[in-house]
């Protein structure tokens, strides 16, 4: 069963991994495995949109699929999660001056399903805010999105104050965005950069560990 | 002998159709980039220019003035803050009105149009638009959604006009109003300005506005997250709806006819790189853009593709167009492959990366514009230009860029 459910949402068919998860429950199979098989599935699809069989619809398409699942299934968990201990922690956050999110949430829910514990800061967010919340939660890796060339600035900015927090050293700080290079990274102050989501995956694993 | 700016405004129109229609003219055209960096220069925020439009224009003044490109944009991205508010208008966010006074307006996602509604929008795009998706995206429209149909005015149709009289309907009938006085007040000091940097001997580089059918549907109706969904989910749905986008796309475009340089952008959104797979850009985003594009150019108009992000994917795609009728501004894409593969089709524009405007210094700029031209620009076919819209520089290296290529860029 969790098998086909694994297979019903990678391969996009919504309507019999729905079926699947509802008959599931009706025999009483613990909630947290038909998690744990939504978070295999989607394993699969990040491969496969690495390997550019999937692309973003595919990826969209399947978290929200994901989603659904997570609507009936987890009122049904009570208390115990026997979710097994996330790969790391990532701040992340679309930075001051600049609203755009798309990019920012794909990277954050491809990062989720990785096992990493994200925490997703939003859009517009000030330099100190992410700095406060880096304090707080002690991250491994920073993800610092932007859509627009003033996100430029805003990037450089908020690195600085994470330097001037004195907390500069603690952690990994990657750039994402479709204008972001090589040349902007370094400019920034950021460690890498990314354009696509993959990427940024890709980049937690290999500063945090774990494959 | 110095030349009269009428005479200088010909050569400009001149040089810039020339390279369009892949003739070599007499040295690669240069584009003035704008976006806020022409308000940055002259010390104005947005904020201050989408207010005060004898600001926009002094400021835009100023920089033509200083840079003296071949081809000025002029204030029209100072977009009208005052009919802005007055409409109540909810998807974008701007300066004062939840963004910071000096940074370009932002757009704000939604579903503004729901799945279920697609084969309202199939069925009569106009209704749609009047009495769900205006009341929707501006507060003071609200009561549009009242609007009596006019498809059913013959024989006792007319008899629905007392929805006229509700108060909620006059009063969004003044705030339509009021917000066309205001709009008026706009267009009114815009084409101030292209006459006024016409007598100066500039020509404006853009004729009309457009948006890739996909996009049409995709930013302004579904959504990003909807529209991707629906490429999986209602599929032909979607193929229904693009029909009637790429009309919509012919309308915005059609505009452009009988301008002196009839420039049609059209601003590719998510149909650049990894956004979709070649299979599904080439049945969702292609073909739509390209039927809509040709019938532009039946009718005289250049479309000019602006990429903001890498295309090299979809290059091929982009060749199968009229010879010398199209320009393809591209951004993050490798120029010399995209000239070895549009450069016999089209003219290619752009590519300087906004980073090196704003850190570079002049002899990286100049470098770089030389291995532009030497590469894209040989015997034609290349016009000058950022990479993307410009917000920020530091001004001598806007100045190299534009100053050398007049001096390198002559063609011998």
Known sequence: MKEKLINAIADKHEEEALKLVNDMLADGVDPQ????AGKEAMVIVGKRFEDETYFLPELVFTGETLRKIGEIVKPKIQGKSTETKPLG?????????DIHDIGKDIVAFLLDVNNFEVHDLGINVPAETFVDKIKEVKPEVVGLSGFLTLAFDSMRNTINAIKEA?????VKIMIGGAQMDDKVSTYVGADAFGNDATVAVNLAKAWIGGN | MTKLPEELYQERVKRVKDVIQLKTPDRVPVFGPHQLYPYTFGGVTLKEAMYDYAKAREACHKFVDEFQPDLDFGPILAYPAKPMETLGLKYLKWPGKGLDDHVIYQYVEDEYMNEAEYDDFIRDPSDFMLTKWVPRTFSGLEAFSNFPTMRRMMWSGWMGLG????PEMQESFRIAVEAGKQINEWWESLFQYIGEVKEKGFPIAWAAFD???FDIIGDTLRGTRGILNDIIRCPDKLLEALEVATQIFIEYGSGAAEAELPLCWIWIHKGTGSFMSPKQFETFYWPWLRKGMLALIDKGITPLVYCEADVESRLEYFADVPKGKVIYHVAQTDLAKAKAVLGDT???MGNVPNIMMYTGTPDDVKAYCKWAIDVAGKDGGYIMDTAVMLD????????????????YGVYR
């Open chain 1, 89 to 97: 922690k990532i701040v992340i956050g679309t930075v001051n001056g």
């Open chain 2, 346 to 348: 089209a003219c290619i």
């Open chain 2, 392 to 407: 920020e520089a530091k001004p001598e290296n806007l100045k190299a860029m534009i100053d050398f290529t007049k001096e």
């Open chain 1, 33 to 36: 495995l038909i998690l744990d």
């Open chain 1, 166 to 170: 004195g907390i500069r050293d603690d």
């Open chain 2, 163 to 166: 929805a006229f009289a509700s």
């Open chain 2, 211 to 213: 948006w890739a059918p």
